[in-house]
């Protein structure tokens, strides 16, 4: 069983950043997927950005070129590096681990509002 713990959200403005961070219970070494998930209220839940182990990225199209992600098998972490928000960026974020691209475990979410 793996336990992921997000941290990280929060109320950010327009056009500002935050950085998402979360935290494995076991070895990620092996996990071929670490990524992150949000779900807005009344939507689907949609892939942001997940990292393979062997370092490939894959980005949703929303996200292209404003996102980041990063990857640390010593640590266990995988964290979102999130810039020039906007309001359709506001959802629940979910961290999110599994051996295919479709996850296997889930973290609890971690909530960001980005409003003036």
């Known amino acids: 069983q793996v336990q992921l713990v997000e941290s990280g959200g929060g109320l950010v403005q327009p056009g500002g950043s935050l950085r998402l961070s979360c935290v494995a219970s076991v070895s990620i070494t092996s996990v071929n997927f670490m990524g992150w998930y949000r779900q807005a209220p009344g939507k689907e839940r949609e892939l942001v950005a997940n990292?393979?182990?062997?370092?490939?990225?894959n980005f949703g199209g929303s996200v292209k070129g404003r996102f980041a992600i990063f990857r640390d098998n010593v640590k266990n972490t995988v964290d979102l590096q999130m810039n020039n928000l906007n309001a359709d960026d506001t959802a629940l974020y979910y961290c999110?681990?599994?051996?295919?691209?479709?996850?296997?475990?889930w973290g609890q979410g971690t909530q960001v509002t980005v409003s003036s």
């Open positions: 999110s681990a599994g051996v295919g691209s479709k996850p296997d475990y």
């Open positions: 990292m393979h182990k062997s370092g490939v990225r």
